[in-house]
């Protein structure tokens, strides 16, 4: 790198600041959206924010939406956004100790025991994986209405659960298969149990892969936006990306709120990217084996 | 402290039959070597005895007790891998006290034992720190100590010092010697270093493919050994070995040479005669101008107190063993002296020892 040329390095540096505009350019947009006060998009280059317009209002009003029900003394308030931030968290949530729990247990079974129907186990949540969700919507709806499942947050809890878990299973799997089995071994020896290995040994070692697949099943429900509106018929039953697409309709868009929307939605997302981050570290086996 | 004995143990990988039909008796408080090239079963024999692997035919003694189908954490021994096993995210303290632990052993017990533990292995200083913060030997140290905490029937070794350097394998050995007689512990040790096994066993048990070939005293195995290939595998540099046919008359004729026995040695193999191999140890070929053979230097390798001449003598390549220097060149032709007084004859075909 050093070593090429000055024009050389000025090109390589042109490219990637070009690249790197071209990516921010978007989320840009979205921050100048989000804190003005027109519902419009406007085609200027500039991201900068207009000074006089800027407002909290687009905020406030997501944050805020309600709707009434009832008349007179039987007249209720409901908060709305309130109702939709709490399903988003308890099915995130939810999907990611549901998904964590049942992938790192199945994917030790499959790293470390031989059993008849692993070959076609392994396989089988590989061609699962090929199937995007949108795909089953039908068959799961029906599956769903027969079960009682339909405005209930649990069905979309077992629905992104089953969607995130083979590739969970496939990543943790790899990644057991990394950890050598002498320390297995040498815990046998010490008179461990395999439940007692299983917790000691292998899931602190394995800690990297299983930050990974909980953001990526917490990151599956999150964002998850067409079963949700399907399953969900009650508008306090559907969660924050059902919201966002509120605010788009047929004849208009109303950009502030979306942006600003947008923002609220990814902060816990963010949020728990940072709380992981320190978990993705390499080489957590070195120094087991070998001098 | 215990005895194991193993009987008619076998281990079959579906055709592969790993270890076949090993007979092994280790007596309470004995150090049992076994010892052989590398996938002769060493591991295998030793992870059977773990429980680590399925016993195919056979059976397994602890203590008088079959142990077969014994889960590994019940069978009371512990074992120090090749590759040290340390639990990574565990601090040394904690990876000498999780198997104290899982036996439910009281706090202030297991705090004794890694203390002592650490005493006897110098690992004090080290109690805190993480496997990935220590020198190989320091590991293989924390490995040993692993094992040293549970006061087990029987100690288990799997090459555990061929990660580290000759320099540090010849200390650890002498540590593991001197762990032995503090002890007096039942211990079987696998090795394919026949110095390793010479300098630590009580006994040595010599495996080739799958089957114990001799068991005996390192020394007993040294001077008597069953077959030409305990011959040629214990002892370093390796015996020498010159292709021969016995005549009727109880002349050695080799490719060039003739050599007459002894009155006994030929009482020994009176009535048999054939292609057969005649074996002596590197310092029972002399520099001798009268000597019987004539052989040619290829290379000179000289220790500082002693030298080793290779020479080759028809198809063969001789070891010497020259307990002073002296100026040899390679190229050179020399004449050998065979003290045939030490010498082992096998059989060509078999390789038994016929005398
Ligand atoms: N799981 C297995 N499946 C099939 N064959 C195996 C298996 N494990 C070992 N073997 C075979 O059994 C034989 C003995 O292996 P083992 O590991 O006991 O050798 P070893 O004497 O310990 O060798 P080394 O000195 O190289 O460690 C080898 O030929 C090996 O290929
Ligand atoms: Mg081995």
């Known amino acids: 790198m050093n070593r090429s040329g000055r024009p050389q390095r000025i090109i390589t540096h042109v490219f990637l600041i070009l690249f790197t505009a071209m990516v921010l350019f978007p989320v840009a947009k979205v921050f100048q959206i989000a804190f003005q006060d027109r519902q419009s998009f406007d085609m200027r280059l500039s991201v900068l924010p207009d000074l006089d317009h800027l407002t909290l209002d687009n905020f406030s009003h997501v944050v805020g939406r309600s709707k009434t029900e009832g008349f007179g003394a039987e007249e209720k308030q409901t908060w709305v956004f309130g109702h939709q931030l709490f399903n988003s968290l308890v099915v995130s949530l939810a999907t990611t100790l549901l998904g964590v729990f049942f992938a790192t247990s199945a994917a030790y079974a499959f790293s470390r025991?031989?059993?008849?129907?692993?070959?076609?186990?392994?396989?089988?949540?590989?061609?699962?994986?090929?199937?995007?969700?949108?795909?089953?919507?039908?068959?799961?709806?029906?599956?769903?209405?027969?079960?009682?499942?339909?405005?209930?947050?649990?069905?979309?809890?077992?629905?992104?659960?089953?969607?995130?878990?083979?590739f969970c299973v496939w990543m943790l799997k790899g990644y057991f298969d990394t950890i050598p089995k002498e320390l297995e071994e040498s815990a046998l020896i010490d008179g461990a149990s395999r439940l007692r290995i299983f917790w000691s040994i292998m899931l602190p070692l394995a800690r990297p892969a299983i930050a990974v697949t909980a953001l990526f099943s917490f990151m599956t429900a999150w964002n998850e936006y067409i079963l949700a509106q399907t399953f969900m018929t009650e508008e306090i039953a559907?969660?924050?990306?059902?919201?966002?697409?509120?605010?788009?309709?047929?004849?208009?868009?109303?950009?502030?709120?979306?942006?600003?929307?947008?923002?609220?939605?990814?902060?816990?997302?963010?949020?728990?990217?940072?709380?992981?981050?320190?978990?993705?570290?390499?080489?957590?086996?070195?120094?087991?084996?070998?001098? | 402290m215990a005895e194991v004995t193993l009987k008619g143990v076998t281990k079959r990988y579906g055709?592969?039959?790993?270890?076949?039909?090993?007979?092994?008796?280790?007596?309470?408080?004995?150090?049992?070597?076994?010892?052989?090239?590398?996938?002769?079963?060493?591991?295998?024999?030793?992870?059977?005895?773990?429980?680590?692997?399925?016993?195919?035919?056979?059976?397994?003694?602890?203590?008088?007790?079959?142990?077969?189908?014994?889960?590994?954490?019940?069978?009371?021994?512990?074992?120090?891998?090749?590759?040290?096993?340390?639990?990574?995210?565990?601090s040394v303290r904690q990876n000498m006290s999780f198997g104290l632990k899982?036996?439910?052993?009281?706090?202030?017990?297991?705090?004794?034992?890694?203390?002592?533990?650490?005493d006897i292995l110098g690992l004090d200083d080290l109690l805190a720190r993480k496997p990935k913060e220590l020198s190989g030997g320091q590991r293989q140290r924390v490995a040993m100590g692993r094992a040293i905490v549970r006061k087990p029937k029987v100690f288990l070794f799997d090459e555990p010092l061929s990660n580290l350097d000759a320099k540090l394998r010849v200390q650890m050995r002498a540590e593991i010697a001197r762990l032995h007689r503090r002890l007096d512990a039942t211990i079987l040790y696998v090795t394919h270093d026949q110095v390793e096994a010479m300098t630590l066993a009580d006994r040595i048990a010599v495996m080739a493919d799958g089957l114990s070939q001799q068991v005996g005293a390192p020394l007993e195995v040294f001077e008597h050994p069953v077959n030409r290939f305990v011959a040629g595998f214990i002892g370093s540099p390796a015996m020498n070995f010159l292709p021969v046919q016995l005549d009727d008359a109880g002349k050695l004729n080799g490719n060039g040479f003739c050599l007459t026995l002894g009155e006994q040695q030929a009482e020994l193999v009176r009535g048999k005669s054939g292609p057969m191999e005649l074996g002596l140890r590197p310092n029972h070929l002399r520099l001798d101008p009268a000597g019987q053979i004539q052989a040619t230097v290829e290379v000179v390798e000289p220790l500082g107190a002693e030298t080793f001449l290779r020479l080759r003598q028809a198809d063969t390549i001789l070891t010497v063993r020259l307990s002073a220097q002296q100026e040899i060149k390679a190229g050179q032709e020399l004449r050998l002296h065979l003290d045939l007084q030490f010498a082992h004859l096998f059989d060509g075909k078999s390789g038994q020892t016929l005398f």
């Not at chain 1, 605010?247 to 816990?268: D, N, Q, R």
């Not at chain 2, 295998?44 to 954490?73: C, Q």
């Not at chain 2, 899982?102 to 650490?118: C, L, P, Q, W, Y």
Request: with cysteine; charged share 20%.
């Open chain 2, 15 to 90: 055709n592969v039959i790993a270890v076949k039909d090993v007979d092994l008796q280790i007596g309470d408080g004995e150090f049992l070597v076994l010892v052989g090239p590398s996938g002769c079963g060493k591991s295998t024999t030793l992870r059977m005895v773990a429980g680590l692997e399925e016993i195919s035919a056979g059976d397994l003694f602890i203590d008088g007790r079959r142990v077969n189908d014994m889960h590994p954490k019940d069978r009371d021994i512990a074992m120090v891998f090749q590759s040290y096993a340390l639990y990574p995210h565990m």
């Open chain 1, 238 to 291: 559907t969660t924050l990306p059902v919201m966002l697409n509120g605010f788009v309709s047929k004849t208009t868009v109303e950009w502030g709120h979306f942006a600003a929307g947008a923002i609220l939605v990814s902060i816990p997302v963010m949020a728990l990217f940072f709380v992981l981050q320190r978990h993705l570290v390499a080489g957590l086996t070195a120094g087991s084996v070998k001098g």
């Open chain 1, 113 to 166: 025991f031989r059993f008849p129907g692993r070959r076609a186990g392994l396989l089988g949540f590989l061609v699962i994986q090929m199937f995007p969700g949108t795909m089953m919507m039908i068959p799961l709806y029906i599956l769903m209405d027969h079960l009682g499942l339909l405005d209930r947050l649990l069905g979309l809890i077992l629905v992104y659960s089953t969607t995130a878990i083979p």
């Open chain 2, 102 to 118: 899982m036996r439910g052993i009281k706090k202030a017990e297991i705090e004794k034992r890694v203390g002592e533990a650490a």
